[in-house]
């Protein structure tokens, strides 16, 4: 079964930095576009960014976009968010999650168009860590 497994949260202070990392199982990992996706509190679901199975980063956030760094590791089937400068609004709820379909062709992003995302567009996702940024 697939399975998705979050980790590395936790409570840091403004300007300071977490690396989340997704542990992936149950699926051809290196074949699967990945995502991070977030719930702050009163939000609802906000894209934070996405890579290609092979590598490469398409697409951040406005809102992350020079702070946070996607990246993963075929070989160990780990997804990792590298979040730096973290700002008070980062508090949220991060998800990594999996496309519905293998391949290096459109991400989801892409194939869904203006909308926002939920979460049945979503092959699978994990539990969820909590990253709270407070002083």
């Known amino acids: 079964q697939v399975q998705l497994v979050e980790s590395g949260g936790g409570l840091v202070q403004p300007g300071g930095s977490l690396r989340l990392s997704c542990a992936a199982s149950?699926?051809?990992?290196?074949?699967?576009?990945m995502y991070w996706v977030r719930q702050g509190p009163g939000t609802g679901l906000e894209w934070v960014s996405d890579?290609?199975?092979?590598?490469?980063?398409?697409y951040d956030a406005d809102s992350v976009k020079g702070r946070f760094t996607i990246s993963r590791d075929n070989a160990k089937n780990t997804l990792y968010l590298q979040m730096n400068s973290l700002k008070p609004e980062d508090t949220a709820l991060y998800y990594c999650?999996?496309?519905?379909?293998?391949?290096?062709?459109?991400?989801?992003?892409?194939?869904?168009?203006?909308?926002?995302?939920?979460?049945?567009?979503?092959?699978?996702w994990g539990q969820g860590t909590q990253v709270t940024v407070s002083s």
């Open positions: 999650a999996k496309d519905r379909w293998g391949g290096s062709g459109l991400g989801l992003r892409r194939r869904i168009g203006a909308r926002q995302p939920a979460w049945a567009d979503f092959g699978s």
């Open positions: 149950g699926f051809t990992f290196s074949n699967y576009w």
């Open positions: 890579i290609k199975p092979g590598g490469g980063n398409p």
